[in-house]
Structures are given as C-alpha cells and as structure tokens.
C-alpha cells in the first residue's frame, strides 16, 4: 500500500514556475521516494493565515505524511512573525492530531530573489530569519521535522537560472535544488509513517 503525501503551502507547494509539472516538489518527491503517493494541497499566493483550510482538506485524505513549505508571501505580505508561527504550529498540531508524520519547510531567504533592490537586501535577510528561527520553534514544538533549505540560498543567489522569467518563483532547475535539499526530511517522516503503520 503507497505511503500518502500531502503537500500544504504557498507558490512554491504548489509548484509556481516549474516549466512542466513533473518538475515541481511533489512530482519530483513522488519519483524519487518509493511507492509514495502525492496530492498537492497548497495554492498559490497563499500565506500562513490560509493553513487552515488547506489543513481541513488536507486531514479529510488522511495522508501518512504531511508537507508544509510556507513564509516567502508571510514576508511579502507583512504577517507578523509571530502571528506567522502561531498559525504553522497550530497547523502542525492538526495534521499531528491527525496522525500525519510532518515536515515544514520555513521561509526562504527572499534578499536573494533578483527584484530585491541591494539597498534592501540586508534587511530582507534580517527579515527572512526571523520568521525561519520562530517558524522552526514552533513547528518543532507542535510535533514537525524541519527541512531547512537556507543553504541552498547560495546557489539561487550566484545561478539566476534557478529563478524562472518572473525572477521571484523558482524554475525547473531551481525546485530540483530545493527538491533535494528538503528530501531527507521528508524521507525519514516516509519511514516513521511506514514504520508506525506496520
């Protein structure tokens, strides 16, 4: 029987930018893991305060594992850190609740993104790791695996290539990158779900 993953969040979740749809996060974790089903739940432009919902639909599969990649429109849209983190733990706590294995993929550092201007970037990076820190307590807290892909910062910011033509989404390349990144988390919660279900 295939191991049931649900994927929750923002543009990136969903997959925003990739070129085809075998090149976004969940396609490419559907190929690379084994015998996992995926099912996407995330919408684009879609902050923390849209975790509920997407939560309540997400539970009614009941998938074995749970994926939550959210906090880049958490930034561009002004959510308070903590209000941000309050929301993702108690979204965590549901699907914990619910008895999904979880991993969450905080926010990404936005002052590599090729729009933001150089006078801001030092901010945004400020801005980008507070919400990241208070995001992995509260996950951490609430019961989640923390796939933090911050390294991989590096690489988006010296490749524009891993940007696709809006210079804000990732492209096809550029989910490859963040694919394997968050892949070991999500594979050790693929094998505690196996492992409770046996």
């Known amino acids: 029987m295939a191991t049931t993953l649900a994927v929750l969040g923002d543009s990136i979740a969903y997959g925003m930018g990739a070129s085809k749809p075998s090149d976004t996060i969940g396609a490419r974790l559907a190929g690379e893991l084994p015998d996992v089903e995926t099912r996407i739940f995330a919408v684009s ?5 849209g975790l509920a919902a997407q939560v309540a639909a997400a539970t009614a599969w009941a998938p074995d ?4 990649i959210i906090g880049a429109n958490d930034l561009t849209h002004f959510v308070p850190s903590a209000q941000a983190a309050v ?3 108690g979204a965590v706590r549901k699907l914990r ?3 999904a294995e979880v991993v969450v993929v905080p926010a990404p550092d936005l002052s590599v993104v090729p729009w933001c201007p150089p006078r801001m970037r030092l901010t945004v990076q400020a801005a980008s790791q507070l919400l990241r820190r208070e995001q992995a307590v509260a996950a951490t807290v609430a019961g989640a695996r923390i796939a933090d892909i911050s390294a991989s910062a590096a690489a988006f910011a010296a490749d524009p290539a891993l940007f696709s033509a809006d210079r804000f989404h990732p492209s096809s390349e550029g989910y490859a990158v963040i694919t394997a990144a968050l892949a070991p988390a999500v594979r050790d919660a693929v094998a505690a779900g196996t492992g409770r279900g046996a």
């Open 45 to 49: 432009g879609a902050d923390s305060r």
């Open 65 to 68: 594992v749970a994926l939550i």
């Open 87 to 89: 929301l993702l733990g």
């Open 97 to 99: 609740k619910a008895g």
